[in-house]
């Protein structure tokens, strides 16, 4: 089975400093992963995947994320956080076998930014 | 309009009141998913559907059930609701032909008294 886990249920920075939200997966094998974003009130909205292309994935909003095989990996960064990225981020994974592609989502972490 | 929506947005009930919570989507997508979210636990999968005639059971579905009524709607009922199922509720879409991202709708605050 897969499973996610995402270090800090809350995490908190100051604008304009690094966001790097941490996120660890154990599977068997490589799978796909990503980062949903989810703001007051709203669903979850897809940030970035990795489906085993290049590993530095972009996003949306400036975020990026690197998949680390030998880490089992896959942390969220923006170089300069923004008051609007104040939100609850997930990490999810999925199997990479075509077909399957049933998410487990990790538990979250609230990003707070202070001014 | 949004690609995904769900009604009712709020809802209270009683608790051993039977409820539906309905999901549509104008994506064209084949597979669609009932979530639940808690605060602290994420969110955990109830059911899903890979087409109209493919209905299967996810980590959470005692107390729940689910029906497929066309390919974009899926609709999640309480049969007798209970105060613990008191959560946010969210469909999800995915296109097996796309690839493995989830498309989700703006979710359903329910609330058992």
């Known amino acids: 089975a897969q499973s996610v886990t995402q270090l800090g249920s809350h995490v908190s920075v100051s604008e304009g400093a690094l966001v790097l939200l941490r996120c660890n997966y154990s599977?068997?094998?490589?799978?796909?992963l990503f980062w949903y974003v989810q703001y007051p009130n709203q669903g979850l909205q897809l940030l970035l995947k990795?489906?085993?292309?290049?590993?530095l994935v972009k996003g949306i909003n400036g975020f990026e994320a690197e998949f680390k095989k030998s880490e089992t990996s896959f942390h969220l960064t923006k170089p300069s956080a923004h008051m609007s990225d104040a939100a609850e981020y997930f990490c999810?994974?999925?199997?990479?076998?075509?077909?399957?592609?049933?998410?487990?989502f990790g538990k979250g972490t609230k990003l707070s930014v202070i001014p | 309009d949004a690609d995904v929506t769900q009604t009712p947005r709020n809802r209270i009930t009683k608790t051993g009141k039977r409820i539906m919570l309905e999901c549509s989507q104008t994506?064209?997508?084949?597979?669609m998913y009932w979530y639940r979210q808690d605060p602290g636990l994420g969110l955990r999968l109830i059911y899903y559907?890979?087409?109209?005639?493919?209905?299967n059971k996810g980590e959470i579905s005692d107390g729940y059930s689910v029906s497929r009524q066309a390919q974009a709607k899926f609709s999640l009922s309480l049969e007798s609701a209970i105060p613990n199922q008191t959560a946010l509720y969210f469909c999800?879409?995915?296109?097996?032909?796309?690839?493995?991202?989830?498309?989700f709708g703006p979710g359903t605050r329910l609330t058992v008294t």
């Open positions: 599977s068997s094998v490589p799978p796909y």
């Open positions: 999800a879409t995915q296109s097996e032909r796309e690839g493995p991202a989830q498309y």
């Open positions: 559907s890979f087409d109209v005639k493919d209905i």
């Open positions: 990795y489906t085993s292309a290049a590993t």
């Open positions: 994506k064209g997508h084949d597979r």
């Open positions: 999810a994974v999925s199997p990479s076998g075509a077909g399957s592609y049933q998410l487990t």
